[in-house]
Each structure stands twice: as C-alpha cells, then as structure tokens.
Nanobody
Framework: QLQLVESGGGLVQPGGSLRLSCAAS????????IAWFRQAPGKEREGVSCINSNGDSTNYSDSVKGRFTISKDYAKNTVYLQMNSLKPEDTAVYYCAAGALIGRCVLGPGLYDYWGQGTQVTVSS
C-alpha cells in the first residue's frame, strides 16, 4: 500500500527554521515526482515546491524561492523541505504528494495521485 507520512511541523518564531519530512512506503521515490503543497485556513491549496524522480529538477513558488529547499534521500526513501526565514504567512498545513510523472516537475495539484495527511506549521511570535 502506497503511503506518505509527513512530520516535522510545529510552532516557530518569525525568522526561524523547520525541516519537514515526507517518508514514503509501498513505493520507491526513484519513479515518482514529489511535491509539497500547503493550505491556510480560508485559502486554496498552494503548490510550494517539487522535485522530480531523478532529483535533477526542482521547482519553487515565488513566495518561498530562496528560503525553502527541497531534497530527496533515496536511501531513506524520504523527501525533505528545509524552510528558513519563516514568515507568519507561511503558516498552513503542509502536505506532500507523489505522482508517477516524467520530465521536469510542476506544481499542479491535479497531477499528483497520492497525498499524505498533512503537518501543521505555525509561524508566530
């Protein structure tokens, strides 16, 4: 059974950092693109970052570019999202998603078939 489990969320002050993890089971990351999305209360789900199956293509939304970094650990079958210089507007539930895609990754939520349960990130003083 294909499963994604996010962890690493929490409460952090503005300017702080968090690292989210997305552990995959039931499939190998070698053949899947992985993306992070987030959804704040009352807002639509927003694509944050993605990495393709080969790990040689990444993509970031303008709102997080230069602050967030996505990476894959194939040995651990886990994708990470390092989030630095966090802002209150980064507060949201963060989800990881997997799609059996090819080529460069894109941030369209409809392209991803498997989703985790989400982890809450709250940036507040």
């Amino acid at each position: 059974q294909l499963q994604l489990v996010e962890s690493g969320g929490g409460l952090v002050q503005p300017g702080g950092s968090l690292r989210l993890s997305c552990a995959a089971s039931g499939f190998t990351l070698d053949y899947y693109h992985i993306a992070w999305f987030r959804q704040a209360p009352g807002k639509e789900r927003e694509g944050v970052s993605c990495i393709n199956s080969n790990g040689d293509s990444t993509n970031y939304s303008d709102s997080v570019k230069g602050r967030f970094t996505i990476s894959k650990d194939y040995a651990k079958n886990t994708v990470y999202l390092q989030m630095n210089s966090l802002k209150p507007e980064d507060t949201a539930v963060y989800y990881c998603a997997a799609g059996a895609l090819i080529g460069r990754c894109v941030l369209g939520p409809g392209l991803y078939d498997y989703w985790g349960q989400g982890t809450q990130v709250t940036v507040s003083s």
